[in-house]
């Protein structure tokens, strides 16, 4: 049966400081793996990573794949309050199936 | 560029009473389209999913059901709503032949009474 852990449950922080959310699966047919952010509604997406090793940038946000222990970080750095979400993570499995985790509630204090 | 809607955006529905929820997406076509449940503070949990017009795949056993009547429309429905199908209703769409990720629509919060 697929499976995906997210670590941290839920983290706060204060504004500036670094967070790493954790993301581990086991899912059949692995092509690959996606972030998203969720805040009050629709999952907006942030990486879509494909092979081991190659860091993904998006401003202050930062996500790398390990194909080989079955495990993403998403990185978050100088953080605001704006990062404040749930982030999701999700591998894409057999039939380009999305097997979602139960995520990481982030909150930032200013 | 390509926008999916879905609505409506909240619903309170007496036990037993049928469903019936929409999505579109304009500006692309043949996508792949999907339906998902989130319980509070869960996951998202993969319903139904589609491929193509009239073809429909579900992922679980549950009280819904799904069709697809033109290429870019999905529709969850169910004949008698039970308390347990209370949720947040996800819908969303991918262009798999270009290896893109899923894009969600706003999402129906479903409340049975």
């Known amino acids: 049966e697929d499976k995906v852990v997210q670590s941290p449950l839920s983290l706060v922080v204060h504004e500036g400081d670094t967070v790493t959310l954790n993301c581990s699966y086991e899912?059949?047919?692995?092509?690959?793996l996606l972030w998203y952010k969720q805040e009050k509604k629709a999952p907006t997406f942030l990486f879509m990573l494909?092979?081991?090793?190659i860091e993904k940038k998006s401003g202050r946000l930062s996500s790398i794949l390990d194909k080989k222990e079955l495990f993403s970080i998403l990185n978050i750095t100088a953080t605001q309050t704006g990062d404040s979400a749930v982030y999701l993570c999700?591998?894409?499995?057999?039939?380009?199936?999305?097997?979602f985790g139960a995520g990481t509630i982030l909150r930032v204090k200013s | 560029s390509q926008t999916i809607h879905q609505w409506p955006a909240t619903l309170v529905q007496p036990v037993g009473s049928p469903l019936s929820l929409e999505c579109t997406v304009e500006g692309t076509s043949n996508p792949n389209l999907y339906w998902y449940r989130q319980a509070a503070g869960r996951g998202l949990q993969l319903l139904f999913y589609s491929v193509g017009i009239g073809q429909i795949s579900s992922e679980v056993p549950q009280n819904l059901s799904a069709s697809r009547p033109q290429d870019r429309q999905f529709i969850l429905s169910s004949k008698k709503l039970l308390l347990s199908d209370s949720g947040f209703y996800l819908c969303a769409w991918s262009d798999l032949a270009r290896n893109q990720p899923q894009h969600f629509g706003d999402g129906t919060r479903l409340s049975i009474l």
């Open positions: 494909t092979s081991s090793g």
């Open positions: 899912v059949t047919n692995f092509r690959s």
């Open positions: 999700a591998p894409q499995g057999y039939g380009n199936k999305l097997v």
